[in-house]
């Protein structure tokens, strides 16, 4: 069982930036592709972006493109999620998930997530 823990939440304004971190349990973290997605109150959770084991291929929505980076160090189990020029709609829950993959980014199958951690971007 793999045990996933959000953190760096918080509360911005707009054009702001903040950095969320993810730290999994287990030695078999390279061995996992990682993901980050958000859902707001009455919405269904969506994809932001994912990572490879290794970090050799990402994978972004259009949504986050060009503003957000996913990244990871696997010798300290964690995976990242650098977001910039926030925006009011990117205010969400953030989840952190895991899933047992080699060289893919998956953009939906996930098999262990974190709880969440509450981002709000204000105008």
């Known amino acids: 069982q793999v045990q996933l823990v959000e953190s760096g939440g918080g509360l911005v304004q707009a054009g702001d930036s903040l950095r969320l971190a993810c730290t999994a349990s287990?030695?078999?973290?390279?061995?996992?592709?990682m993901g980050w997605f958000r859902q707001s109150p009455g919405k269904e959770r969506e994809f932001g972006a994912g990572i490879s084991h290794s970090g050799g291929m990402t994978y972004y929505a259009d949504s986050v493109k060009g503003r957000f980076t996913i990244s990871r160090d696997n010798a300290k189990n964690t995976v990242y999620l650098q977001m910039n020029s926030l925006k009011p709609e990117d205010t969400a829950v953030y989840y952190c998930?895991?899933?047992?993959?080699?060289?893919?980014?998956?953009?939906?199958?996930?098999?262990?997530w974190g709880q969440g951690t509450q981002v709000t971007v204000s105008s």
């Open positions: 998930a895991a899933e047992k993959a080699l060289n893919s980014v998956p953009r939906a199958r996930y098999s262990y």
């Open positions: 287990g030695r078999t973290f390279g061995s996992y592709a």
